[in-house]
């Protein structure tokens, strides 16, 4: 529980300091070319605490390159069945092998990947935004699949969004809907429809229909040429007024294709939406935080600022059942005309918006198969024929981070082969001492788990109380598992996949026990393998362990589920969110206060102590100026 001198976490003053996180604004040089400067937020925190990040991240990869090669000696390699079926047994037994190898191996790939990226995690250092720079705010609406409420709090909050130069919000509306152009005359905003316009209606490319990026790229074909960039949320998620200020200003680097910040859930009363936010954490606290190392953040689409020329230089957001990824992968691969440089991404730890995430189950999984079966298609697909263009370091990054979804796929998969080898063949793989492997597999896993922990420190999230291990998060990654292994089988098979709009507000899915069809087939086919080694008298502790456990994780879902009333926090569904300024704080003038007038290379100095103090919000008290930004209206 937060301490009571600290702001209760998904409360408004706690949210209006973690829109600050990157530390306070600061004024480009005049006397060069401004470039996005970055500080080691473990340096930040004392040598002490880099030390010891780096020495947990070491220990973490030695253990487990050390328990990998351990597992894998040739004297642990089993005896096979001398019988008739000799030959058949004994490559049924070297296949077991292999796909504990290739299991083993996936795991220590995501181990490297974590602890790499705690020890190069940077960022950004957060400068005013061009006055002369023209900017419009964007979000979009698909009618008949989400109610005009939500997006209605959001075009609210939007015209709250300071920036000193030119502005304009505008609505794309996928059903050119009535109802929609009269919130949007309401409100003052702009609206936009591509329906019954054949030219940006087509069943692929650019202006493929009933697809988010069709919607942007018609936009951009008609109205794109008179803004320098776009601010793009979620029609859920809620901006806060220094959205602008705070995002802005990475674009003086010309470089700079786009910006993007994190993505947190506001209506975290259920379940499955906290430990949905929380499976989050390693993307956004500290990958995403790696990736500016190598100016290679992935473009996430819930909320960013993207530059309309290097959007037009690569043909506008790529036709992808996850647009934003394989956009960000289409700018980190090609260059600036103007500069000739590589287009480069900055993500900055400044929560500047706030949504909705999945409340059922149904829409939980619905987004899970979407983002695993996008990473699939740009793995099978575009990835490796752009690969190479990557710089060395952002090969390597982009490589690491990529290999979640197919790490937890392949994972499951074999580890379902391998129980139906072991309990239905009576394959005996390897011949280790069970006591022996689950003593080191424990050690493995509480290394990777310190590494975890340690990193919970910089959780970007206002909404995770503060001293949240996360472990909700870890758990919702293993459920989830069996969906990302049949989105992986779909690939391979080339099934069509559609892109579906997550339900949000009202129109949110209700769930049953069709809900967890995957699961519950998971489920039988366990079983079946079960009773087959009863009846063969193949069953064992060591043979049975897998699959039991295998069993807990598909049927962990539902119980969960059932339990689903006792689960919610009635506290947070009775917290509104707040788009205005609270009560006892007046709005006031820009923040002029918030500017530091230092050169750079004095700023990484002198803004440490600033960073420092902002991410230890959970322990202290923090004391909101007078004149705080997000108080001020546009």
């Known amino acids: 529980m937060p301490s009571p001198e600290s702001p209760p976490h998904g409360s408004w ?57 351990w597992l894998l000696r040739p004297d642990h390699i089993g005896p096979t069945y001398l019988g008739p079926a000799a030959a058949a047994a004994h490559i049924a037994n070297l296949a077991v092998i292999g796909f504990i190898a290739v299991v083993e191996l996936l795991r220590l790939v995501n181990v490297i990947s974590l602890s790499l990226a705690s020890i190069a995690a940077r960022d950004p250092i957060p400068v005013v935004p061009d006055p002369a720079m023209r900017v419009a705010f964007l979000t979009t609406i698909v009618p008949s699949k989400e109610p005009i409420e939500v997006v209605r709090d959001t075009l609210r909050a939007a015209t709250r969004i300071r920036h000193d130069g030119p502005f304009e919000i505008w609505l794309l509306d996928e059903g050119d809907d009535d109802q929609v152009k009269a919130v949007c005359a309401e409100i003052g905003v702009r609206h936009f429809s591509r329906k019954g316009i054949e030219k940006y209606n087509q069943p692929v490319g650019a202006f493929r229909a009933k697809t988010k990026h069709g919607n942007y790229n018609a936009w951009i074909d ?35 294709a786009y910006a993007v910040g994190p993505q947190c859930y506001k209506n975290s009363a259920e379940f499955v939406t906290r430990a949905a936010e929380s499976q989050q954490f390693p993307f956004h606290s500290v990958i995403q935080r790696a990736a500016n190392r190598y100016g290679t953040p992935m473009l996430v689409g819930t909320n960013n ?18 647009e934003d990824m394989a956009t960000g992968l289409s700018l980190h691969t090609s260059r600036n005309p103007a500069t000739g440089n590589r287009w480069k991404s900055v993500y900055t730890p400044d929560v500047l918006s706030a949504g909705e995430g999945p409340t059922s189950w149904s829409d939980y999984f619905s987004q899970q198969r979407r983002w695993s079966r996008g990473t699939f298609e740009i793995l099978s697909g575009t990835y490796w024929k752009r690969l190479f263009r990557l710089s060395p370091p952002a090969m390597l990054h982009y490589t690491l981070i990529t290999t979640f979804y197919p790490s937890m796929a392949i994972g499951w998969l074999l580890g379902i082969l391998n129980a139906i080898l ?162 006892g704080l007046p709005p006031g003038p820009r923040h002029a206060g918030d500017i530091t007038r230092e050169l750079p290379k004095a700023l990484i100095r002198q803004l440490d102590a600033d960073a420092a103090a902002a991410r230890s919000v959970p322990t202290q008290r923090i004391n909101l100026p007078e004149n705080t930004p997000d108080t001020a209206n546009r």
């Open 13 to 69: 003053e706690r949210l209006e300091v973690f829109s600050r996180l990157a530390g306070p604004l600061t004024v480009p040089p005049a006397d060069r070319p401004y470039r996005v400067q970055f500080r080691n937020q473990r340096k930040v925190d004392g040598r002490w605490r880099h030390a010891k990040a780096l020495f947990i991240a070491v220990l973490n990869v030695c253990f487990e390159i050390l328990f990998f090669a």
């Open 222 to 256: 008609q109205h794109g040429d008179r803004y320098d960039v776009l601010l793009s949320v979620d029609p859920d998620h809620v901006p806060l007024a220094n959205f602008a200020e705070r995002i802005l200003g990475y674009f003086r680097d010309p470089d700079v």
């Open 305 to 322: 600022a993207m530059r309309i020329a290097a959007l037009r230089s690569v043909g506008g957001l790529s036709d992808s059942i996850t």
């Open 422 to 583: 072991f309990l239905g063949l009576g394959v005996t793989g390897l011949t280790i001492a069970p006591q022996t492997w689950l003593a080191l597999y424990t050690d493995a896993t509480a290394f990777s788990l310190w590494l975890y922990i340690h990193n919970r420190r910089y959780n970007v999230s206002p909404y995770e109380p503060p001293d949240s291990w996360g472990l909700t998060g870890m758990l919702m990654s293993i459920i989830a598992a069996p969906l990302y292994a049949g989105q992986l089988v779909s690939t391979i098979l080339r099934r069509p996949a559609k892109f579906v709009v997550t339900p949000k507000g009202a129109s949110s899915s209700q769930d049953g026990l069709r809900t967890f069809r995957n699961h519950l087939g998971w489920c039988a086919v366990l079983l079946g393998a079960i009773t087959v080694s009863f009846v063969r008298h193949y069953a064992s502790g060591a043979a049975l362990l897998w699959p039991c456990t295998s069993l807990l994780v598909c049927a962990m879902p539902i119980v969960i589920w059932r339990l689903g009333p006792r689960l919610a926090d009635p506290a947070v569904a009775d917290r509104p969110f707040v788009v205005a300024a609270p009560a």
